[in-house]
């Protein structure tokens, strides 16, 4: 597709900055009270974490799950996720989420900051990815950057899809797909694709759960 190589260079992003990647934790109180969210949020049963990268989230929310099956395609943040995160309840797959297929159902699907990293003509595959990994009654609970964080990224113009400009340490830039949804429009897109959905938001992140169209039995 024509994003292939913006989606490549996404990757390559993520893999020569696992090093850095946790920084904005340690530093802002505003990530540090988005990670405490997911004690109110409905994380039950066998959880299937999209992206997980150095796995901020996965310790949170295997102490809520049964199991937590954490994908990614960084090798480089996958190391670093394992090392936080021993639990005989965790396993890491290393996979290319826009070709990776679950191979069974799970309870809860939850991803932080990867739906702003999927291009818009790859929601929909996205979407009935997910609906097709949740059981009965499951739910998918997503969390990400509202408009507000566009004020803090390089936006470029002229992309195969929404994007900014990341720079590492060693000053190498990457362009990254960034897609700052806005709740309403997110609300509307998901309703209109038969979902039940439910977005709130804090300060300048939003907090969804949502739950598939059901399926004619
Ligand atoms: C913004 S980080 C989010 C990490 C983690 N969920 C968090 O909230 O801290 C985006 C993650 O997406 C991963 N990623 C990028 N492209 C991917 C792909 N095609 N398949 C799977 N993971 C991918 C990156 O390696 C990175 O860890």
Redesign the pocket.
């Known amino acids: 597709m024509d994003d292939d190589a913006l989606?490549a260079e996404?990757?390559a992003y993520?893999r020569a900055g696992a090093a850095e990647y946790d920084r904005p934790y340690a530093k802002y109180e505003d990530l540090q009270r988005l990670l405490a969210v997911v004690d109110d949020l409905p994380i039950v049963g066998d959880v299937l974490e999209l992206?997980?990268?150095?796995g901020?989230?996965t310790p949170l929310l295997a102490a809520r799950a049964r199991s937590v099956t954490a994908?990614?395609?960084?090798a480089e943040?996958l190391a670093l996720a394992r090392a936080r995160t021993a639990s005989p309840t965790v396993q890491f797959l290393e996979?290319?989420?826009?070709a990776w297929q679950p191979p069974r159902r799970y309870d809860t699907v939850f991803?932080?900051?990867?739906l702003s990293?999927v291009p818009p003509t790859r929601l929909p595959d996205l979407w009935n990815t997910v609906a097709a990994a949740l059981a009965p009654g499951g739910k998918a609970i997503f969390i990400d950057d509202g408009p507000a964080a566009a004020a803090y990224e390089e936006v470029l113009a002229n992309q195969p899809a929404p994007a900014s400009l990341r720079r590492l340490d060693d000053g190498s830039q990457y362009r990254i797909v960034k897609v700052f949804h806005d709740t309403q429009t997110l609300t509307d897109d998901l309703t209109g694709l038969g979902w039940s959905v439910r977005i709130r938001t804090m300060a300048g992140n939003f907090i969804g759960i949502a739950e598939p169209p059901t399926t004619p039995g």
């Open positions: 989606l996404q990757m993520y992206a997980c990268g150095t901020q989230w994908v990614d395609a960084a943040v996979a290319d989420l826009f991803f932080a900051f990867w990293h």
